[in-house]
């Protein structure tokens, strides 16, 4: 049930050494959601090997310096798939990774924010006291403004 975008094919066996759709690389690619519905009811273990397949390769085709970091991530994925006792425990367990690290994305974010104000704010200050250094007496110079006409 590949669509036409998808070049290869897909087998419905277990025993298939391909079960997947795979790109004019011989590189797995995603099918559509039927083919997938199909080998998650008919072919479960090749569903899997469509899973690592694709995970890999977005591993391999990552800059050199993401590929590390990835391969880590995939381990604790995989390693808490393995640990939970049910398909459903494994969905909650990875949803829950996925929301502590968007949290903690967002922490650094907020921080990086607030750095960036205050080094505006502290820039500025150093900026103004520069400026007014040579004012002892505490004045300030009054700049007038140019009018370009009068408005009405």
């Known amino acids: 049930m590949s669509n036409e ?12 050494d391909e079960p997947f759709v795979v790109d004019d690389l011989g590189k797995p690619t995603l099918p559509d959601f039927d083919t997938l519905r199909e080998l998650a009811r008919n072919n479960p273990t090749g569903l899997e090997r469509l899973r690592l ?32 006792k049910t398909d459903m425990q494994a969905t ?20 990086l924010r607030t750095i960036q104000s205050e080094s505006i704010l502290l820039s500025t200050r150093g900026y103004l006291a520069e400026e007014n250094a040579g004012n002892e007496d505490g004045s300030a110079t009054v700049l007038p403004f140019k009018s370009k006409g009068r408005r009405r």
């Open 5 to 16: 975008n998808n070049k290869g094919t897909h087998g419905n066996s277990e025993h298939n």
């Open 53 to 84: 397949a694709l995970c890999q390769k977005v591993i391999d085709e990552a800059p050199p310096q993401s590929r590390g970091r990835l391969e880590g991530l995939m381990f604790q994925i995989n390693a808490r798939r393995e640990l939970a």
């Open 92 to 111: 909650a367990e990875l949803s829950q990774m996925m929301n502590e690290s968007l949290r903690r994305m967002q922490a650094m974010l907020k921080d």
